[in-house]
């Protein structure tokens, strides 16, 4: 079993950043690919970023690429998201999530993803 803890959300200004964190528990972090969903009120779950296992290759979404960086540390067992830039519209709560074996590149849909965290609301404000 794995456990996922996010933190580091908040409210932020627009144009203002925000780093979220994930700390992961329970099994061999390395084997686990990586990746940070968000939902807004009303909307589906939908993809963020993802990184691979060894934190060499790393995939955005279109909605943040240029503005948000994934990242991961194997020693510490934990995987960031630097949000900078931050609109309105990037309000959801942000949920991290691992995938075992990081058997599919990239992952980019929510079934393609074993575990998840409880989230972490982050809120942009005009």
């Known amino acids: 079993q794995v456990q996922l803890v996010e933190s580091g959300g908040g409210l932020v200004q627009a144009g203002g950043s925000l780093r979220l964190t994930c700390a992961v528990s329970?099994?061999?972090?390395?084997?686990?690919?990586m990746g940070w969903f968000r939902q807004a009120p009303g909307k589906e779950r939908e993809f963020v970023a993802t990184v691979s296992r060894s934190g060499s290759s790393t995939y955005y979404a279109d909605s943040v690429k240029g503005r948000f960086t994934i990242s991961r540390d194997n020693a510490k067992t934990t995987v960031y998201l630097q949000m900078s830039s931050l609109k309105p519209e990037d309000t959801a709560v942000y949920y991290c999530?691992?995938?075992?074996?990081?058997?599919?590149?990239?992952?980019?849909?929510?079934?393609?993803?074993?575990?998840w965290g409880q989230g972490t609301q982050v809120t942009v404000s005009s």
């Open positions: 999530a691992a995938q075992a074996g990081g058997r599919e590149w990239p992952a980019t849909r929510v079934v393609m993803y074993d575990y």
């Open positions: 329970g099994r061999t972090f390395s084997f686990y690919a």
